[in-house]
């Protein structure tokens, strides 16, 4: 379905995200994975 497309490719940026910033999922903290989730909304 659509919504969870939509949260596939937002939890990806998240990834791809971290990744360039030479960070992972686990070392990020909540504030920088909320931030990167916002931003993810926002770029569409």
């Known amino acids: ?13 998240v990834e791809q995200a971290l990744e360039k910033s030479g960070s992972t ?4 903290d909540l504030a920088e994975m909320e931030a990167l989730w ?5 770029a569409k």
């Open 1 to 13: 379905s659509g919504t969870n497309e939509k949260f596939r490719s937002r939890f990806h940026y």
């Open 25 to 28: 999922l686990e070392k990020a």
């Open 38 to 42: 916002q931003e993810a909304k926002s």
